[in-house]
């Protein structure tokens, strides 16, 4: 017999995406955990970003920003309707 209630369990994919080993631990936390955590997960982004322009130079600068356009784009698509 189980404490949890099965018609509350998160969706397959959920579930799937909170298994992988470092990401998964990091969404976990910042969907169930306490709401000062979005800062932490944020400035550690930031410091990764850093760490790989100062070992790769520019391309690790440039190269994560190019990949965050999209998104942006998404996201001021999402302002725009609303």
């Known amino acids: 017999m189980?404490?949890?209630d099965p018609s509350r369990r998160a969706p397959f994919w959920?579930?799937?995406f909170f298994r992988i080993p470092v990401i998964g631990w990091v969404a976990r936390d910042l969907?169930?955990?306490d709401k000062d955590n979005i800062w932490y997960a944020l400035?550690?982004?930031v410091c990764l970003w850093m760490s790989l322009a100062l070992i790769f130079g520019l391309p690790g600068l440039y190269l994560p920003a190019l990949a965050l356009v999209p998104v942006v784009f998404l996201t001021l698509l999402l302002i725009?309707?609303?």
Request: aromatic letters at 14%.
């Open 2 to 4: 189980s404490l949890a």
């Open 14 to 16: 959920q579930r799937l």
């Open 31 to 33: 969907m169930y955990g």
């Open 43 to 45: 400035g550690g982004f």
């Open 80 to 82: 725009t309707r609303g």
